[in-house]
DNA sequence: CATGAATGAGAATTCATTCAT
DNA sequence: GATGAATGAATTCTCATTCAT
C-alpha cells in the first residue's frame, strides 16, 4: 500500500532512478578525474564509467566542468555540517582547529580518490576556482571561528581573511602529502598541521583589516 | 666560423629567424595560457597568434605540454638566479625566509600585472594552479631552496616534506588573495606570510621522516 | 450525450484539456517557426515553449511537419472563406485578381505583425519561401483560385500553369519588398501588382497547354 | 621549366587540389541538395558525397548554410556578366529583356540541377534571404537596366524596385515550371515570360518613387 | 626549414522518440 | 491521457599531426 511509504526519502521509481544516476554520473567522474586526471579526461570517459546512454549525462549536468564542481561541492556539502557542529561544543579555539583539522584529515582519508587526482606526468594541477556556495561556506566556517576567537581574546586580531587562507592552505596542502603517503597517517598530519597552525598564529603581529 | 658571427649583430639569417621563432612561439603562448588558462588552451590557440605556419610549431615544440614547461623554464630562469643569491649570503634561516617570501610576492605581483587574464565570467570555473607556467617555477624553485636549506641544517628537522608544503602553501594561499586585493600591498601581506611561517614553524615538534 | 454537453461550458474536463494542449502546441509552434525558421526550429523548441512534457506531443502532432502542416490548415482555414466569396462575387477575372490581391496584401500585411520574426543576425541567411505555414496556405489558396477561374473561361486561355506561377510571383515579391518598408502601403503595392499581372496577362499568346 | 609556367591560372599542385576540393565540394553540395532538399541535407551527407575528409569541407565553408550561399552566388557570378554585356548591346528595353530572359532561361535549362531541388513531398520551399553580394548584383543589374529604359523614356516612370522585383520574379518561377516539364522547352516559356513582362511594364500607372 | 591544406579520429552535444510510471 | 527521464543514433565540429610542396 501507498500509505506505507510515508515519504522519507525519493519513492517512486522514477526518483529513485534520478538519484542513482546522479550518484552514477558523480562516481564515475570521480574516478576518472582520479585516473586520467582533470584535463585529460573527457564527458565521453565519463559516460562510458557509467554505463548509461551518451544522452542521459547531459540530464544532470551540462559539462566536464559542471561535474566536477558538483564533486567538489559534494564535498564541501557534507564537510560544512561538521565544522558548524564543532563550533557548537564550547571547546577552546585551539580545541575548535585541533579537531577541524582531525574531523577534515580523516574525512579526507576516506574520501581520498574524490581530491587525490593521481596527476599524471608534471601536468599543472588544476583547483576550483568560482568556489562554489559550499566551498565558500566552509571557508566562511573557518573564518568565523576565527574571528569569533579574536573577539574572545583568544586569538591576536590580525587579518583574518589571511588568517583563513593560511589556516585552510596548510590544512589542504598537508592532508595531500598525507595521502600519498603508505600508510596514511592521519594522526601525525593532523598534529603537524595543528602546530603549523596554532603557533603560526599565535606569532601574528596585529593589524588593522 | 660561429666566433666570427659574434661581432656582426645580424647573425645568420637561419639562426636569426629560429629564435625568433622560438620567441613568437613562446610569447603566443604565454598570452594563450594566460587567456584561456591552460586546460581550454589548444596548439591552434597558440599557433593561430603566432602568424607562422602550423607545421612551423612542431619544428620547435612537440606538445603543448612541451611549450609550457619551455615557459616554466623561462620562468625559473629569471627566479633561480634571486634564489641562489639568497642562498649564498650567510642569512640565518628566518632572514632567508623572509627574502624568500618578499621575492616571490614582489614576483608574482609583477607578473600578474604582466598576465592580465582576462577569463571569460564562464559557468563553475577551474584553474590551473600557481596560474602560469612561471608561476608554477617560481612555486618549484622555493619549495626546493626550503628543502635544501633544512637539509643543510639551517631550518628545524621536523617532516621537511611537510614543512616545504605548509609554507608554499601560506605563501601561496595569501599572496592569491593579495593579488584579488586593491591597492596590492605586497610588504603587509609578505610580512604576514613571514611570521606565520616562522611561527608556526618554531613550534613544530621534532620528527625523523 | 454530447448534444447535452453544448449548453454547459466546461465541457468534459478531458476535452477541454485537449483542445487546450492542441491550441498550446499550435501557438508554441508559430512562435518558433516564426522566431527560429522552419529549419531551425526543433520539436524540442516547441515542445519547451508549450510547457508540456514531451510526450504529451506526440499524442497530437507525430512530427515537425505535422504541426506545420496544421498550422497551414488553420491559415488557409481563415484565408479560404474570402477567396470562396470573391469567386461567388460575379466579378469578372479583373476583379477577381483585383480583390484576391488586395486581400492578400492585407492579410499578410497583418500576419507580418503577428509573425514578429526577430531573426539573429548570422551568417548567410535562408528562409522559408513564403516565411510562414500560414503564408504558405494562402499562396496556395491564391494559386488555385487563380487556376479555377482560368478553367472556367475567366481568363485567357494560355498556360494555365505558367500563369498562375508568374501572378503569385509577382504577387508574392512585391507583396515581399512591400513589407520591407515603412510605412508598409498595401494600396500603393496592391495596385501595382494587379497591374502588373492584368496588363502582363492581356497580352499573352493563346496556347494549348 | 617555371618560366613556360606564365601563371595564366593556380598553378602548383596546392593551388590545383585547393580548386579541385572547392569544386568538389560545390559539386556535392549541388547533388546533395538536390536529392535530399535542403532542409534534410546535412553537412555530413556533403562531405561523403566528397569523398574528402570531414575536416576539409571545414576548411573551405563553415556550414551548410555558407555552402549553400556560394552555389547561389556561383550561379549568378557567372550570370551577371551575361547581363552587363547585352546592356552594352545597344538593343533597346524590350530587344534586352527579351535576351536577358533566354539567356537565363537556357542557362538555367544548363545548370538545371542547381537550382530545381526537387522538394520532397510538400516541404516548404527554401531560398537565400541575406541575398550573396553577387545575387544583390544581378537584381541591381536588371534594376538599372529598368532604370535607364524609363530614363530614356522607353518605359513607364513606375516603381523600379518593384519593377525588378516583379521581373525577376516571373522569370525565375517560370523557369521553375519550365525546368519541371518533360520536354524542357526553353523557347516556350521564354516567349511567356518575356510577354508577361513586357506588356505588364507597358500598362504600369506612373508613380512618384 | 617554412608552409598550410588534408586528414580522420574523436569530442561534445542534440534530438526525436519511447515507455514505465 | 500526461509525464519526463532514458535512449543512442546522428551530427557538427575541432584538433593534433603529417607531408607534399
Not at 561544543?89 to 577541524?100: H, L, M, Q, Y
Request: aromatic share 8%.
Amino acid at each position: 500500500m501507498a500509505s506505507a511509504e510515508i515519504a522519507y526519502l525519493p519513492v517512486g521509481k522514477r526518483e529513485q532512478t534520478k538519484v542513482q544516476n546522479r550518484l552514477a554520473i558523480l562516481d564515475a567522474a570521480r574516478e576518472v578525474f582520479g585516473e586520467l586526471g582533470y584535463e585529460q579526461a573527457t564527458v565521453r570517459d565519463i559516460i562510458r564509467r557509467t554505463g548509461l546512454a551518451a544522452g542521459t549525462f547531459y540530464n544532470y549536468y551540462r559539462s566536464k566542468e559542471e561535474v566536477f564542481a558538483a564533486l567538489a561541492d559534494d564535498g564541501a556539502r557534507r564537510f560544512a555540517p561538521i565544522l558548524k557542529a564543532l563550533r557548537g561544543k564550547g571547546i577552546g579555539f585551539d580545541g575548535f582547529v585541533r579537531e577541524a583539522i582531525v574531523a577534515y584529515f580523516e574525512f579526507m582519508a576516506d574520501e581520498h580518490n574524490t581530491w587525490a587526482a593521481r596527476r599524471p606526468e608534471g601536468e599543472p594541477q588544476v583547483h576550483i576556482q568560482g568556489e562554489t556556495p559550499e566551498m565558500a561556506a566552509v571557508f566562511a566556517e573557518v573564518k568565523d571561528a576565527i574571528e569569533d576567537a579574536i573577539a574572545e581574546g583568544r586569538g591576536p586580531a590580525a587579518d583574518t581573511e589571511y588568517m583563513a587562507a593560511a589556516c585552510i592552505a596548510i590544512a589542504r596542502e598537508v592532508c595531500d602529502r598525507m595521502l600519498a603517503r603508505r600508510p596514511i597517517d592521519t594522526a601525525t598530519a593532523a598534529e603537524f598541521a595543528v602546530q603549523m597552525i596554532l603557533n603560526g598564529i599565535k606569532g601574528l603581529p596585529r593589524t588593522t583589516i
